[in-house]
């Protein structure tokens, strides 16, 4: 059973749109939810985060909105750039002894010159 | 300079045999973290160590088993490797912040382990 849930699974925009990649999770604890950017080859990269105490976090290009009552995230990269591709996963964790980051399947863009 | 280097980046095995997927970490950090990517699963979160010592075990074989030999190292053996475990397996480290769950992990490139 996924603890937490990215969608769509893939995605495609033309550069300058704007891409938003979705993500859903069950467990009512969870309160920091990081954001990862993974390019082919390489390990995941964190890219922007949030605590359940907010409802909107934004870097540059990158906003995540945060709905705690509906348990929903969502990713917003505006002005997409083809340097964007990439696969972006979604993570949950929640304070404790244990650091353990529950991930999602990931959303797979890709972003058209 | 890579910060997290792990080695080798590629590995094949044969069924039955031992490997060990080695990381090391040059970013001061406390806490060493394997996981684990799978084809169509999520990154599957498998060990935390803090100050070298074991806080969280989420394998549920004990074919798996991490050791850390220096603070900055964490490696982790592979015994009686089957099919299955073929996957790419990513260090992680943090800061480790006490109380904190909200200190970054970062990742290295993964080790691909194909089993035959």
């Known amino acids: 059973q996924q603890q937490v849930r990215q969608s769509p699974q893939s995605l495609t925009v033309w550069e300058g749109e704007t891409a938003i990649l979705n993500c859903s999770y069950e467990?009512?604890?969870?309160?920091?939810f990081p954001w990862y950017q993974q390019f082919p080859g390489e390990g995941p990269a964190l890219l922007i985060s949030i605590s359940s105490v907010s409802d909107k976090k934004e870097d540059g290009r990158f906003t995540i909105f945060f709905n705690k009552r509906e348990k929903k995230l969502s990713l917003h990269i505006t002005d997409s750039q083809p340097g964007d591709s990439a696969t972006y996963f979604c993570?949950?964790?929640?304070?404790?002894?244990?650091?353990?980051?529950?991930f999602g399947l990931g959303t797979t863009l890709q972003v058209q010159p | 300079d890579p910060k997290i280097i792990q080695k080798p980046k590629y590995l094949v095995a044969v069924t039955g045999s031992e490997k060990i997927l080695i990381c090391e970490q040059y970013l001061g950090h406390n806490a060493m973290y394997w996981y684990r990517q799978s084809a169509k699963k999520p990154l599957e979160f498998m060990f935390s160590?803090?100050?070298?010592?074991?806080?969280d075990n989420q394998t549920a074989s004990s074919r798996f088993q991490p050791q850390s030999s220096k603070k900055n190292h964490l490696d982790l053996q592979i015994t009686a490797l089957k099919p299955d475990d073929s996957a790419t397996y990513f260090c992680?480290?943090?800061?480790?912040?006490?109380?904190?769950?909200?200190?970054?992990?970062?990742f290295g490139p993964g080790t691909r382990l194909l089993v035959l």
């Open positions: 992680a480290s943090s800061q480790e912040s006490w109380g904190s769950n909200q200190d970054t992990q970062y």
């Open positions: 993570a949950a964790t929640i304070t404790g002894n244990t650091r353990k980051l529950i």
């Open positions: 160590y803090s100050y070298q010592k074991l806080m």
């Open positions: 467990d009512s604890t969870f309160n920091y």
